[in-house]
């Protein structure tokens, strides 16, 4: 490990003890309590970046080799955050067993112990299933593995790939059934595995110690009351999750009374619960979940359930709980779920393998260790199950114009190429003709009318800026035209047509900072391209369509100034193929950039100026939301809603949209990370 200050770099690969070593992975960490003059975390103390090394092979196998033997990392090339955070994975800490000895939970397992299982996504949601009798060896027998409902884990192996998520006991199987939804990477496509057999890590138990003592109170039959010693470890109710109960319409004195009771095992009516997937054959209706250990009858109950962090009542759900065995369901899966300990809610899949699981619409949640906050109040769950019950899932649109407003001709006034006596001019459109459908076109004394689809079409484009010359007011440019015509053109004339175009070619040319160019600095695209629209061959140049980030309109480029990553989304979408002679040059880059992985996610893993800016980033954009007093309030759900997106940003890119006004708050005139992580909207 090393650290190191915000104002520099990793390096990516430095000597240990005269061993030359290579950079895998990083952390953005906090550093106990000593405060920094530069920032301090909200966690407390300053920030610091842990940087993880690998000691180098001395036959001159490369990390990349190496890594390559284990999964195939390089089918995730188009995205270094992706990659960081799958290397990220191999960081995993592993849980210890109990007893004096502590043994880390780590194993080397043969491969026919685990095998892949075809289900739909959204039927298990990065959670799949372990048979009773292999969790209770892995956890070395006891009553601890007998009251344990499942596993956090990570898997490792070069026939099978990294899997990552929750292993939840299942009936009547004998393997480790591994769904597509946990696996990160796939398997290695190296010749030479780097192992035999699978590597497997648990990272967490359940359920947790807490959950053990809160089922001595919900379970009539239990022997024992909890703990004094859990008792004082009861947490208070959040404040995330009182704003979220509170924008639900609970009454202040409500919440504050249930506050004050929940201190108490007896109390208290809420707990976090682990998500696991429908461990049965689909057997729990669509729509509903199950409780471990919650009791079973023919009490019908309901349940508020969300997951942190949440920000307003469209993060929450109010779900029936199952307590009657289904009439689909086999009595041997009623009696495997009956027989689990409290600490799990059991998610149910819907009918339909392409509709919205039940999880992703709590808060876009997963069920690879996501724990959800459950609340069962009789008191709050009516107010909850009103407000939660009348939400609409539609988005509001934002009204851009009135209908009957007539927009001004956006034709009027745009100049094209005319050839006049054999010699190429100027035109200006200066209106309509009194037809209705064509344009008058007039140069000097030379006047000719033209349709709208000749005036749109590309022959009467400024594909590019060639050269210029002159001086002041008599500066000019030679310009290439959609025919292919070339001619010199007035700088001023063509600066308020095409000015993007020619701020391009300023940029290439270095002439941002000289005289009679600097206006073209507010014209440079710093805003990421996001998508990639269509494509064209213009004056035998290949082009595409593609819409940068925040933009309403696209604009055409050529492909070869585009990402490689983009392009090839965007031939994989429509089919195109890349023996096609105008897209073959994109397979050589696709190649190099396949082989290249390792260079991309080692300059996002040393990125420490990136770390830094996109901690303070989410940090203010905490502390903004937390000073809204109305949690139903437009700035309080626009700023949660920011919040939340930028939690994932940071390991899948984009960035946050946020109106300006807002956007002052967080980031300021000056604050580094202004655009890089918001756009405006």
Same mark, same amino acid.
């Given at each position: 490990?090393?650290?190191?200050?915000?104002? !520099?770099?990793?390096?990516?690969?430095?000597?240990?003890?005269?061993?030359?070593?290579?950079?895998?992975?990083?952390?953005?960490?906090?550093?106990?309590?000593?405060?920094?003059?530069?920032?301090?975390?909200?966690?407390?103390?300053?920030?610091?970046?842990?940087?993880?090394?690998?000691?180098?092979?001395?036959?001159?196998?490369?990390?990349?080799?190496?890594?390559?033997?284990?999964?195939?990392?390089?089918?995730?090339?188009?995205?270094?955050?992706?990659?960081?955070?799958?290397?990220?994975?191999?960081?995993?800490?592993?849980?210890?067993? $109990?007893?004096?000895?502590?043994?880390?939970?780590?194993?080397?397992?043969?491969?026919?112990?685990?095998?892949?299982?075809?289900?739909?996504?959204?039927?298990?949601?990065?959670?799949?299933?372990?048979?009773?009798?292999?969790?209770?060896?892995?956890?070395?027998?006891?009553?601890? !593995?007998?009251?344990?409902?499942?596993?956090?884990?990570?898997?490792?192996?070069?026939?099978?790939?990294?899997?990552?998520?929750?292993?939840?006991?299942?009936?009547?199987?004998?393997?480790?059934?591994?769904?597509?939804?946990?696996?990160?990477?796939?398997?290695?496509?190296?010749?030479?595995?780097?192992? /035999?057999?699978?590597?497997?890590?648990?990272?967490? =138990?359940?359920?947790?110690?807490?959950?053990?003592?809160?089922?001595?109170?919900?379970?009539?039959? &239990?022997?024992? !009351?909890?703990?004094?010693?859990?008792?004082?470890?009861?947490?208070?109710?959040?404040?995330?999750?009182? $704003?979220?109960?509170?924008?639900?319409?609970?009454?202040?004195?409500?919440?504050?009374?249930?506050?004050?009771?929940?201190? /108490?095992?007896?109390?208290?009516?809420?707990?976090?619960?682990?998500?696991?997937?429908?461990?049965?054959?689909?057997?729990?209706?669509?729509?509903?979940?199950?409780?471990?250990?919650?009791?079973?009858?023919?009490?019908?109950?309901?349940?508020?359930?969300?997951?942190?962090?949440?920000? /307003?009542?469209?993060?929450?759900?109010?779900?029936?709980?199952?307590?009657?065995?289904?009439?689909?369901?086999?009595?041997?899966?009623?009696?495997?779920?009956?027989?689990?300990?409290?600490? =799990?809610?059991?998610?149910?899949?819907?009918?339909?393998?392409?509709?919205?699981?039940?999880?992703?619409?709590?808060?876009?949640?997963?069920?690879?260790?996501?724990?959800?906050?459950?609340?069962?109040?009789?008191?709050?769950?009516?107010?909850?199950?009103? !407000?939660?019950?009348?939400?609409?899932?539609?988005?509001?649109?934002?009204?851009?114009?009135?209908?009957?407003?007539?927009?001004?001709?956006?034709?009027?006034?745009?100049?094209?190429?005319?050839?006049?006596?054999?010699?190429?001019?100027?035109?200006?459109?200066?209106?309509?003709?009194?037809?209705?459908?064509?344009?008058?076109?007039?140069?000097?004394?030379?006047?000719?009318?033209?349709?709208?689809?000749?005036?749109?079409?590309?022959?009467?484009?400024?594909?590019?800026?060639?050269?210029?010359?002159?001086?002041?007011?008599?500066?000019?440019?030679?310009?290439?035209?959609?025919?292919?015509?070339?001619?010199?053109?007035?700088?001023?004339?063509?600066? $308020?047509?095409?000015?993007?175009?020619?701020?391009?070619?300023?940029?290439?040319?270095?002439?941002? &900072?000289?005289?009679?160019?600097?206006?073209?600095?507010?014209?440079?695209?710093?805003?990421?391209?996001?998508?990639?629209?269509?494509?064209?061959?213009?004056?035998?140049?290949?082009?595409?369509?593609?819409?940068?980030?925040?933009?309403? /309109?696209?604009?055409?480029?050529?492909?070869?100034?585009?990402?490689?990553?983009?392009?090839?989304?965007?031939?994989?979408?429509?089919?195109?193929?890349?023996?096609?002679?105008?897209?073959?040059?994109?397979?050589?880059?696709?190649?190099?950039?396949?082989?290249?992985?390792?260079?991309?996610?080692?300059?996002?893993?040393?990125?420490?100026?990136?770390?830094?800016?996109?901690?303070?980033?989410?940090?203010?954009?905490?502390?903004?939301?937390?000073?809204?007093?109305?949690?139903?309030?437009?700035?309080?759900?626009?700023?949660?809603?920011?919040?939340?997106?930028?939690?994932?940003?940071?390991?899948?890119?984009?960035?946050?949209?946020?109106?300006?006004?807002?956007?002052?708050?967080?980031?300021?005139?000056?604050?580094?990370?202004?655009?890089?992580?918001?756009?405006?909207?």
């Amino acid at each position: 490990k090393a650290s190191t200050s915000e104002g !520099a770099n990793l390096e990516k690969s430095r000597e240990f003890g005269g061993v030359l070593c290579t950079l895998v992975a990083s952390k953005y960490e906090k550093q106990g309590s000593r405060p920094s003059k530069f920032h301090v975390s909200k966690f407390g103390g300053a920030p610091h970046v842990k940087a993880y090394y690998v000691a180098n092979k001395s036959n001159n196998v490369s990390i990349q080799t190496e890594l390559d033997a284990i999964a195939n990392f390089s089918e995730l090339w188009r995205d270094p955050g992706k990659l960081a955070s799958r290397l990220e994975l191999f960081l995993s800490t592993a849980a210890c067993s $109990k007893g004096k000895k502590k043994t880390p939970y780590m194993f080397h397992l043969p491969t026919n112990m685990f095998e892949k299982i075809d289900l739909p996504e959204n039927a298990t949601m990065g959670c799949g299933f372990i048979p009773s009798s292999i969790l209770q060896d892995l956890l070395g027998g006891g009553q601890f !593995a007998k009251e344990t409902i499942g596993l956090r884990v990570r898997v490792v192996c070069p026939t099978l790939g990294i899997y990552k998520g929750n292993l939840v006991q299942r009936a009547g199987i004998t393997k480790i059934q591994l769904p597509g939804s946990m696996r990160k990477v796939s398997e290695s496509m190296a010749k030479k595995k780097a192992f /035999e057999g699978v590597f497997l890590l648990i990272n967490e =138990a359940y359920p947790s110690s807490s959950n053990k003592m809160m089922e001595r109170c919900i379970n009539p039959n &239990s022997r024992k !009351a909890p703990t004094k010693s859990s008792t004082a470890d009861l947490k208070e109710l959040g404040e995330m999750i009182s $704003k979220v109960l509170l924008a639900c319409g609970v009454p202040d004195d409500l919440l504050i009374k249930y506050k004050k009771n929940c201190t /108490e095992f007896q109390g208290r009516h809420h707990t976090f619960l682990v998500g696991m997937c429908d461990c049965t054959a689909g057997g729990l209706p669509p729509g509903t979940v199950f409780l471990t250990g919650f009791g079973v009858g023919s009490v019908h109950r309901k349940v508020f359930i969300t997951r942190s962090p949440c920000t /307003e009542p469209q993060d929450a759900k109010v779900i029936p709980i199952v307590s009657e065995k289904p009439p689909d369901m086999l009595q041997e899966d009623w009696n495997h779920l009956c027989s689990l300990p409290f600490g =799990a809610v059991v998610f149910s899949s819907p009918q339909d393998d392409k509709a919205m699981s039940l999880v992703e619409s709590i808060n876009n949640s997963d069920l690879d260790g996501d724990l959800f906050f459950c609340l069962w109040d009789p008191c709050m769950l009516p107010f909850l199950e009103d !407000a939660v019950g009348g939400l609409s899932v539609a988005h509001e649109k934002d009204i851009l114009a009135e209908d009957n407003k007539i927009e001004d001709d956006p034709l009027i006034g745009a100049i094209v190429p005319l050839e006049v006596n054999g010699k190429l001019c100027n035109g200006v459109v200066e209106r309509k003709a009194d037809d209705g459908e064509n344009y008058v076109i007039k140069c000097n004394s030379h006047t000719e009318l033209m349709s709208y689809e000749a005036l749109t079409s590309d022959l009467c484009e400024v594909v590019k800026v060639l050269t210029h010359r002159g001086k002041g007011r008599h500066r000019e440019i030679e310009v290439l035209w959609g025919n292919g015509e070339k001619s010199w053109q007035c700088l001023s004339t063509l600066q $308020k047509e095409v000015p993007t175009i020619i701020a391009e070619y300023a940029m290439e040319r270095n002439l941002l &900072s000289t005289n009679g160019w600097g206006w073209c600095k507010d014209y440079i695209r710093e805003a990421e391209i996001v998508d990639v629209c269509d494509h064209r061959v213009f004056c035998s140049t290949l082009q595409v369509h593609v819409l940068h980030d925040g933009d309403l /309109e696209p604009e055409w480029k050529d492909a070869k100034d585009v990402d490689t990553d983009l392009l090839q989304d965007y031939v994989e979408k429509h089919g195109i193929s890349l023996k096609d002679r105008r897209w073959k040059w994109l397979q050589n880059e696709i190649k190099k950039a396949k082989k290249n992985w390792f260079a991309k996610a080692q300059d996002r893993v040393s990125d420490v100026k990136r770390m830094a800016e996109y901690s303070r980033f989410v940090e203010s954009l905490h502390r903004a939301f937390k000073k809204r007093e109305d949690p139903n309030s437009k700035e309080s759900k626009a700023l949660g809603q920011a919040f939340k997106l930028s939690l994932d940003i940071g390991k899948h890119g984009g960035r946050v949209p946020l109106d300006q006004l807002l956007r002052m708050e967080i980031a300021g005139k000056k604050a580094p990370y202004a655009d890089r992580f918001l756009k405006d909207v």
